[in-house]
């Protein structure tokens, strides 16, 4: 953060969506680095989502979104093919 503003990225989530906004983990082995990782393409996200409604049936996800963390530092801007 620089004061109010986000140097990393954002995201939007509205009451009563779903979003995925992609996968992140951090490694500290030579310093903390961010690594992204997302789904790449529309048959991978319909999975994800299936298994997330598998194993959290009490979850609405009949309308989940694939609505990535928008960055400029992390990775690359990317929708859905």
Do not use: Q
């Not at 992140?24 to 999975?47: H, I, M, N, Q, V």
């Amino acid at each position: 953060m620089d004061g109010p503003n986000s140097k990393g990225g954002t995201f939007t989530v509205n009451a009563g969506e779903s979003v995925y906004i992609g996968h992140f983990a951090l490694d500290c082995a030579y310093g903390p680095t961010l690594w992204r990782f997302y789904l790449e393409d529309k048959e991978s996200f319909e999975s994800y989502v299936s298994e997330y409604e598998a194993a959290y049936p009490y979850l609405d996800l009949d309308n989940a979104e694939h609505r990535l963390f928008t960055t400029k530092e992390f990775g690359h801007d990317f929708t859905l093919p």
